[in-house]
C-alpha cells in the first residue's frame, strides 16, 4: 500500500526521496510524487500516475529539484481514481503547506464541505487533501505548525500516517500517526521518516517507531516528538538488525523467487532459538500448566496467507491440546460480536504486523479480556507491539507481494507454539513430542535439499501455464495447503483458482470438472491417502488432467492414477504441510514466469493492507 519517505539534512533531498520510493515499490503503488523545499525556490511538488521511473525520468532522477528537505510518497488509490491530481504531495491552497497521507480520513467528506462553505476550493478527490486544507484553515488561526497539527489531528477521525512541510518553517519536517506505520530514522547526515524501514536502512539502522497519538519535528540536528496534548515524549531507539543487501535480489531473478530459496533459512532461524536440548522454549511467551488449563476458547485470527496458517494450525493444534480452535478472518470477526472473555487465548498471525483488520480484530480480543499472542515478522511493528506476547518469524524482510518464508516460518513457529501448549496441557505423548522436534530439526535441510532439484515443477508449470482454471483438492491439512497453492496462483498468475476439501466435490463442484480440467491433488496427508485417492479417481473419471503431490511412501501409488506426481520427502504429519507448500509456491511462480506476469508486483495488490 501507501509507502512515505521524508528527509531532511544536508544532502539534495530528492535523490534520497526517489530511492527511499524505490524500494517500496514491492508495496504495490499506482502513482508517485515528491515535494522538496529550498530557500531560493520555494516548494517544488512533482507527481505522476504510474510507475516511479515515469516520475524519477520527470524529474531526472531528483537533479530537477533542489533542497535538503522533502517528502515523497507512492500511493495505492482508495479516494479517487489513480491520477496525476489524485497522486501526494497534496498541496494546500495558499500553496505553503504539502502533505503525504497514508491511511484513509473517515470523516474528510464532512470537513471538505465545511471548509468549502468557507470558500476553500479543492483540485483532488482525495481524502487527504483534506487533511492539507483543515491545516492550513488552522495555521492561519493559530500561526503555529505544531499547535495547528494538534488541532487538525483532533477533528480528523480514521487513520493516518502524515509527512507535513510548510514554507514558514523551512528546515524542519512534521509527521503525525495513528493506526498507520511511521519510522523515524537518525542519521549521519540528516534525519528520516519512513512508513517502512526498507525506504531507510540503507542511511541508517537507529529508529524509533512513532506511537499512536505522536507528533514529531524532525531537523537536520535533532527528532523532537510530542504526545497529542503536545507534550515532549522520550522515544527509545531501537537497532535493525538486517542490512541493505536484506532487502535486494542478490543476483536472484525475482524477490519471490530468492524467498522461496531462504526458506531453510529462516525456518532455522525461527527454530533454533526455541529449541533446546529437545524441548521447546519459548522465552517471550510462557504459561504454566495451569494458565492453559484455564484456556476454553482458542482463536486464530488472520488475513490472506496467515489466515491459511490459521487453516493448518486448527488441524494440528486440536491434535496436540484437544481443544477446540477456531479460526477467522480478521476482516470478519473484528464485526462479528466474538464470543471472548478472560479465559480465551487469541493467536494473531500477521507478516508485516500493520494489516489493520488483523489490528482492529485483535484490538476488540483485548477489549473482551482475551490473552493475545501475536506471530509477527515486522519487528517493532503495530501488532508486535500492542500484543500481550509477541513471537517473532526470523524470516527476515520480505520484499514479494507473495508471501512465502513468512508464511513458511508463520507455519513452523506455530506448530512449536502447540507443542508447547499441548506439552503443558498433558496431551502430547512423550514420544509424540520427541518424534515432532526431531522432524522440526530436520525439517530445513529436507527442503534444502528437495530446493535442489525443482526441475519437475518447473516442466509441470511449462506443459500447464496455459490452462484458464485450476483446482486444488486434497483433505485435511491437505486442504488448508490446497488454499495457499491456489492463492498463490491465483494472486501472481491471474489463472482463476479454487481450493476444495475433496470429499466436497460431489456437493456441487463437481459439475465444474470436463475434459482437459487441471486438477492439482495434494495427497501428502497418510492417514486419508486411501480415501483421497478415490476422489482423484472421480475426477479422472470425468476427464481431469491430475498434476497430484504426494510423499515418498505415496509416490508409487498416486503415480498410477494421475497423469504427474511431484515429490516431497516423508516428515512427521504435522509437518508435511510445510514441505508440501514449496512446490506449490514454485508451482504459481513458473506458471506466472510462463505467463509473463509481474511476479513480485502483482496488479491490484499491495504488501501489508492498511486499510480496511
Ligand atoms: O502482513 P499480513 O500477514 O497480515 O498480510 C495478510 C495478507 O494480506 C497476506 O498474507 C496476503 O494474502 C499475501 N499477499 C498472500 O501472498
Redesign the pocket.
Known amino acids: 500500500m501507501c509507502g512515505i519517505i521524508g528527509y531532511v539534512g544536508r544532502q539534495n533531498a530528492a535523490p534520497v526521496l526517489l530511492d527511499g520510493l524505490a524500494r517500496m515499490e514491492y508495496r504495490g503503488y499506482d502513482s508517485a510524487g515528491v515535494a522538496v523545499r529550498s530557500e531560493t525556490r520555494g516548494l517544488q511538488v512533482k507527481k505522476s500516475k504510474g510507475r516511479l521511473q515515469v516520475l524519477s525520468d520527470m524529474i531526472h532522477g531528483g537533479a530537477d529539484l533542489e533542497g535538503c528537505l522533502g517528502i515523497g510518497h507512492t500511493r495505492w488509490a482508495t479516494h479517487g481514481e489513480p491520477n496525476d491530481i489524485n497522486a501526494h504531495p497534496h498541496v494546500s491552497e495558499n500553496g505553503a503547506i504539502a502533505l503525504v497521507h497514508n491511511g484513509i480520513i473517515e470523516n474528510y467528506l464532512e470537513i471538505k464541505e465545511h471548509l468549502q462553505k468557507l470558500g476553500v476550493v479543492f483540485t483532488s478527490d482525495t481524502d487527504s487533501e483534506v487533511v492539507a486544507q483543515l491545516l492550513e484553515y488552522h495555521y492561519n488561526e493559530c500561526h503555529s505548525m505544531l499547535e495547528a497539527v494538534g488541532r487538525c489531528l483532533r477533528r480528523i477521525e480514521g487513520s493516518y500516517a502524515l509527512g507535513i512541510i510548510c514554507a514558514d518553517y523551512p528546515n524542519a519536517l512534521i509527521a503525525a500517526r495513528k493506526d498507520s506505520p511511521l519510522i523515524l530514522g537518525f542519521g549521519e547526515d540528516g534525519n528520516y521518516l519512513a512508513s517502512d524501514v526498507t525506504a531507510i536502512i540503507k542511511h541508517t539502522r537507529d529508529v524509533a517507531y512513532m506511537d499512536d497519538g505522536e507528533i514529531a519535528v524532525l531537523t537536520a540536528d535533532s527528532i523532537d516528538v510530542f504526545d497529542d496534548e503536545l507534550v515532549p515524549v522520550e522515544k527509545e531507539h531501537h537497532q535493525v538488525d538486517w542490512d541493505v543487501s536484506a532487502a535486494e535480489k542478490g543476483g536472484y531473478p525475482h524477490f519471490m523467487f530468492k524467498e522461496i530459496m531462504e526458506q531453510p533459512e529462516a525456518i532455522r532461524k525461527t527454530v533454533s532459538p526455541r529449541l533446546r536440548d529437545g524441548r521447546v522454549v519459548l522465552d517471550e511467551f510462557q504459561m504454566t500448566a495451569e494458565e492453559t488449563r484455564d484456556i476454553s476458547r482458542i482463536f486464530i485470527i ?7 496458517v490459521g487453516m493448518v494450525s486448527k488441524y494440528n493444534w486440536e491434535r496436540l491440546l484437544r481443544r477446540p480452535v477456531e479460526v477467522c478472518l ?1 476482516s470478519e470477526f473484528r464485526y462479528s460480536d466474538p464470543l471472548v472473555d478472560d479465559h480465551t487465548l487469541v493467536i494473531v ?7 489493520l ?2 489490528m482492529a480484530a485483535m484490538r476488540e480480543a483485548k477489549r473482551r479480556g482475551g490473552k493475545t499472542l501475536a506471530i ?3 519487528v517493532g511493528s503495530s ?1 508486535a507491539r500492542e500484543a500481550d506476547h509477541v513471537l517473532y518469524t526470523w524470516a527476515g524482510p520480505e520484499i ?5 518464508k ?2 513458511s516460518t ?1 507455519l513452523v513457529l506455530m506448530d512449536l507454539v502447540g507443542l508447547y501448549l499441548g506439552d503443558l496441557l498433558g496431551t502430547v505423548a512423550p514420544e509424540e513430542y520427541r518424534a515432532i522436534v526431531e522432524a522440526v530439526e530436520r525439517l530445513p535441510e529436507q527442503m534444502q535439499g528437495w530446493l535442489a532439484h525443482v526441475e519437475d515443477v518447473q516442466y509441470f508449470a511449462s506443459r500447464y501455464f496455459n490452462h484458464a482454471s485450476m483446482f486444488f483438492i486434497g483433505r485435511n491439512l491437505d486442504y488448508a495447503m490446497g488454499l ?1 497453492g491456489s ?2 496462483l491465483k ?2 498468475s491471474y489463472i482463476h483458482s479454487e481450493a476444495y476439501a475433496s470429499g466436497e466435490l460431489k456437493h456441487g463442484t463437481i459439475s465444474l470438472i470436463e475434459p482437459g480440467t487441471l486438477v492439482v491433488a495434494l495427497g501428502t496427508y497418510g492417514p486419508l491417502f486411501d480415501k483421497f485417492i478415490s476422489n482423484v479417481v472421480e475426477v479422472k473419471a470425468r476427464g481431469a488432467e491430475v498434476m497430484a503431490l504426494t510423499t515418498e511412501d505415496f509416490r508409487e501409488k498416486m503415480g498410477k492414477t494421475a497423469d504427474a506426481v511431484v515429490t516431497v520427502p516423508n516428515t512427521h504429519p504435522i509437518l508435511q504441510p510445510s514441505l508440501g507448500v514449496v512446490p506449490l509456491q514454485l508451482f504459481a511462480y513458473y506458471v506466472a514466469l510462463q505467463r509473463g506476469c509481474d511476479i513480485d508486483k ?1 496488479r491490484n ?5 492498511t486499510v480496511e
Not at 302 to 308: D, E, I, T, V
Not at 400 to 404: D, G, K, Q, S
Not at 605 to 609: D, T, Y
Open positions: 488472520a488475513c490472506g496467507s496467515s489466515y491459511h480478521a498471525i500477521s507478516q508485516s504486523g500493520e494489516t483488520d488483523t509477527v515478522n515486522v501488532i514479494a507481494v507473495a508471501t512465502t513468512a508464511y508463520q495457499e492463492l498463490k494472486e501472481i502483482p495488490l499491495a504488501k501489508s493492507v
